[in-house]
């Protein structure tokens, strides 16, 4: 099992930045490739980023490229999202998920999921 928490969300105006944090317990951190998703309601849980387990490869869903950096720490169990020029577009519930193995952008490949935190970007 893995456990992960997501912190760091939370009301911001556009054009903003946060910094998502989420903190694996539970097993070998370095073993997982990480993602975050977001969700907002009455649609899917969708990528927003992907991470390998060394954090050599990422890979961005296309409406947040340039703007959104993943990346992790393997010491310290966490991968984080930093969000930068927020749009009230990204408005959403972003979650934080594992995967043992490769990376991967689809959502089904994921095992192990935090329970979420909101983050809402005003205009």
């Known amino acids: 099992q893995v456990q992960l928490v997501e912190s760091g969300g939370g009301l911001v105006q556009a054009g903003e930045s946060l910094r998502l944090s989420c903190v694996a317990s539970?097993?070998?951190?370095?073993?997982?490739?990480m993602g975050w998703f977001r969700q907002t309601p009455g649609k899917e849980r969708d990528i927003v980023a992907a991470?390998?387990?060394?954090?050599?490869?990422?890979h961005y869903a296309d409406s947040v490229k340039g703007r959104f950096t993943i990346s992790r720490d393997n010491a310290k169990n966490t991968v984080y999202l930093q969000m930068n020029a927020l749009k009230p577009e990204d408005t959403a519930v972003y979650y934080c998920?594992?995967?043992?193995?490769?990376?991967?952008?689809?959502?089904?490949?994921?095992?192990?999921w935090g329970r979420g935190t909101q983050v809402t970007v005003s205009s």
């Open positions: 998920a594992a995967k043992f193995g490769a990376s991967s952008t689809r959502t089904n490949d994921y095992t192990y």
């Open positions: 539970g097993r070998t951190f370095k073993w997982y490739s």
């Open positions: 991470i390998s387990q060394t954090g050599g490869v990422a």
